[in-house]
């Protein structure tokens, strides 16, 4: 069955106000005007007129004149009320087509598709929203890309490196000696912590970790975690210290994670300083628990420095690879950190040191979790 679309359904909801209108203004003009009519003949006839002779005459002409006024009405009235009916549903129906258009666009892929702002507020605002939308998709699969172009790349790496052994292996080329063997476990190691590393992050991006705030004291995780560093730092020629008030608020977050933080934070410090210290200070700024861990390593240069957070970014890809750096910890981190309502950035200067910094909320205060990040 033929169904009339919202233009035509505007329109004819239109039409028939119009001529539901017409035909009751008709209706009652017609047996109204003609009875108030009469009623003047017999009030003037009352004040002394003789009009008794005239008086059909008089009604005649009266009609005659008040049914050519009401043609001429219904004619032009209901024309230009026609008129203005249809440009109204256009107008209406314009915007609502393009939209139809635009969304049709976008569920075909075309991600950059954007609805343009209508002049009905009502639009404009839906328009807002729609695009709003797409900028988070668009954003998510941008990521998606990402995400697949660079694990691509760093599951190549060590794939090859370990098919190239094998292959050596099998036809001898290569003497299958226990440093031979050794290259290949820490290979196959190294793909494990990639993959391991990559379940992490993208559980923490996507929010399934769940983080389970409650009050707890950062001065003791501090210590506990310095006491188990330093056991790895004897005989080195690094030095680890814990420089915080012995009046420390206690903290509101999820101590487990924030442990997660910290390691990740401390074992880069000492990863990344050969010979220097690494101090660990904790104090508050602006109603929130800061932690910084310095040290006195390599640095991070200027340009690279607004990468350090990106995973799989390291700035020395064939260095860190070397080291065993999957360039997703830091990463984490962020997440972590901002499941917790915290912040984190980092300030660092090319052969002087570097220092992360992280917030997290002081205890008295009550935080909403992020919605996201509660579901397990
Ligand atoms: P990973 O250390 O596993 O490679 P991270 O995400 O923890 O991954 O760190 C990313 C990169 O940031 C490192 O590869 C390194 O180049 C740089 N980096 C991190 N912490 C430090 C630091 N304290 N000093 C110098 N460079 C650092």
Redesign the pocket.
Known sequence: MYQLGLRGRLFLSHIIVMVMGVATLLMFGRLYTSRLFMEYLQTMEFRGFLLYAMRSSLLQGFESAWSRGAFWSVIFGGGTAAALSYILSKRIMQPLLQMQRITAKFAAGEMTARMPTSDIPELSRFADSFNRMAFALEDVEQRRRDLVSDLTHELRTPLTIVEGYLEGLTDGSIEATPVIYQRLSGETQRLKRLVN?LQELSKAEAGYLPIDAKKFDLRSLLQKLVDRFSDQLIDSEKSLKLEIAADLPRAYGDPERTEQILI??I???L???EVGSVVIESEVIQGMLWVS?K?T????SEE?LPH??D?F????RSR?RK???????????KRLVEMQQGKIH?E?VVNQ??T?SFSIPIAQKTIIPEKRSTQS
């Open positions: 590393d990740n934070l074992g880069n410090a990863h990344y300083t861990v040290d390593g390599i640095g991070i690279d350090v957070f995973r970014w390291r700035s020395d860190n080291s065993g750096g999957t360039g997703i910890g830091l990463a984490i981190s980092v660092s040191g570097s992360f």
